[in-house]
């Protein structure tokens, strides 16, 4: 009986090991973010301590996406859940590639898209997506989104049918770019601010230059 025991603690220690990796964070980093000392993360993790209910909520806590039957049985995949799925991105790859813009959470200035050859790492994103990474400039999004937020988007690459109602996209007409939620008029996307000091426009179709989905805000910059 202690026999199996044991081998349950060095089993739960390596798969709570591999999710460190997974997570690409050192022994020390992790244990500070579990609120554990470092040295018994380390017992834990080579099967000398047993994973403790304490340590185990302190996890899931911090770590919502993990899959507790898989850390405590080796069941399934290590996320959990179809709806959440996290791609671990090896750090020296790019993936987002950054405009020299700022997208008008306000009224639009004219701004022309300058794509910078830097591109930058966002982790969590998924491999081989055409990604973009823009700055929010004023306040017509808040509190949804605020002046000097970061968003990643995705182009959209059929401007009357690829996009959903109630969605915040990126718009670039041929005077200005915009970041609004839109809602389908005919021939034309209603223009909507979530500050209700912003009144409500339009655009037509042949005005829209490019349109990019926002996928994700990424930190805020400055407010």
């Keep these: 009986m202690n026999e199996l025991k044991n081998i349950k603690k060095q089993e739960q220690g390596k798969r709570l090991r591999s999710f460190r990796d997974f997570l690409n964070k050192t022994q020390s980093d992790f244990a500070v973010e579990i609120k554990l000392d470092r040295a018994y993360l380390a017992q834990i993790e ?26 405590l049985n080796g069941t399934g995949s290590m996320t959990k859940g179809d709806d ?10 790019p993936n987002v590639r950054f405009l020299n813009i700022a997208a008008q959470a306000g009224i639009g200035v004219g701004n022309q898209i300058v794509e910078q050859s830097k591109w930058v790492f966002i982790p969590g994103l998924e491999r081989n997506r055409n990604y973009f990474a823009l700055v929010v400039d004023g306040k017509s999004m808040m509190p949804t989104l605020r002046h000097g937020d970061m968003i990643i988007c995705e182009e959209v690459q059929n401007l009357q049918e690829d996009f959903e109602d109630n969605q915040i996209y990126v718009i670039v007409s041929r005077h200005e770019i915009l970041v609004k939620r ?12 979530d500050n209700p000091m912003f009144e409500t426009t339009s655009i037509i179709f042949s005005d829209i230059v490019k349109l990019y989905a926002v996928i994700t805000l990424v930190t805020t910059l400055k407010r």
């Design 46 to 71: 080579t099967g000398v301590k047993s994973l403790s209910h304490h340590v185990l909520t302190n996890v899931t806590n911090c770590y919502k996406f993990i899959n507790i039957d898989w850390l």
């Design 84 to 93: 959440f799925e996290v791609i671990r991105i090896e750090e020296d790859i």
């Design 182 to 193: 839109i809602a389908l008029a005919k021939d034309s996307l209603l223009l909507i601010s």
